[in-house]
């Protein structure tokens, strides 16, 4: 007679968990989107809870500073804007189009759109973190280093790049907050 054939194989069966488990995180995190100030604030906490961690238990400075870099990287990627004019503006020159008058065409309004957008950046910051924070707790990560030169290492890294960005900014003129800018309200009539 047939043999009865299992529904499904063990593979099927943790695939279809894995599934399931992705598509309740994706909603969970689909829900948090409109909560920007409380997410952040749980990243902070989350922040507080790993440097807290370091402090305490005298250790894991590699892990520190690799998650230091790593977070300054996604920083920088939050500040840049999407298509970059330094960019355009050399392809313009490859192409022979840089170089004619200006006109009102040519200045329209752009508005700025960040490379790496607000939520992207939220959430690869909470999963360093997290994945940080797992870090500590394993005795191979805790790489034995002298502490202070990561630190001013650090501390340079972060002055250069910033003073890099801004320079940026401030020649092809662009500000990626939208608390500094000029509001234009309805007239009323």
Request: charged share 20%.
């Amino acid at each position: 007679m047939d043999s009865a054939e299992p529904e499904q194989t063990p593979y099927a069966a943790i695939s279809a968990q894995t599934t399931r488990f992705g598509r309740q995180f994706q909603t969970y995190l689909d829900k948090s989107t409109p909560y920007t100030t409380y997410r952040w604030i749980g990243t902070g906490a989350l922040l507080f809870l790993f440097l807290l961690r370091i402090v305490l238990a005298e250790g894991w400075y590699i892990v520190c500073y690799s998650l230091g870099i790593y977070l300054l990287n996604l920083f920088l990627a939050f500040l840049q804007p999407k298509f970059d004019p330094s960019i355009e503006q050399d392809t313009e020159m490859e192409d022979g189009s840089a170089g004619g008058l200006p006109t009102k065409q040519d200045e329209e309004f752009r508005p700025f759109i960040r490379r790496l957008p607000e939520f992207k950046f939220w959430l690869a910051a909470t999963r360093a973190l997290t994945i940080a924070f797992v870090c500590t707790w394993f005795q191979m990560f805790n790489i034995p280093v002298f502490w202070p030169v990561l630190v001013i290492y650090w501390l340079i890294l972060v002055a250069l790049t910033m003073r890099r960005q801004i320079q940026h900014m401030i020649k092809y003129r662009y500000v990626p907050f939208s608390f500094g800018k000029t509001r234009y309200t309805r007239a009323s009539t």
